[in-house]
């Protein structure tokens, strides 16, 4: 999953950093692509944790990308977000 790596999104967030501004700005890095093909899945899982900090615009990106999703990539997004609340 993911163009971007584990440590560059730890790095974005910062070690205690879990503000739906942050989430947010990975959902929009991995839904535009950032100059490489979108990552749905990935930009899912960020939109997800800013919904669930409260983000409304979030919420509505959440629900537009799920349009350009299998049940299954949208299945895997939830997992990678529920992951990332127990990591």
Do not use: C
Not at 40 to 52: E, G, I, R
């Amino acid at each position: 999953m993911g163009r971007y790596d584990t440590a560059m999104e730890t790095a974005a967030l910062g070690e205690a950093s879990t503000s739906a501004a942050m989430f947010f700005q990975l959902g929009m890095m991995y839904s535009t692509g950032s100059a490489m093909e979108p990552d749905y899945v990935s930009a899912h899982k960020w939109f997800n944790l800013a919904a669930m900090s409260g983000d409304k615009e979030a919420i509505r990106l959440r629900r537009e990308i799920a349009t350009l999703m299998t049940e299954a990539e949208i299945a895997a997004a939830q997992r990678a977000a529920r992951a990332w609340l127990g990591r």
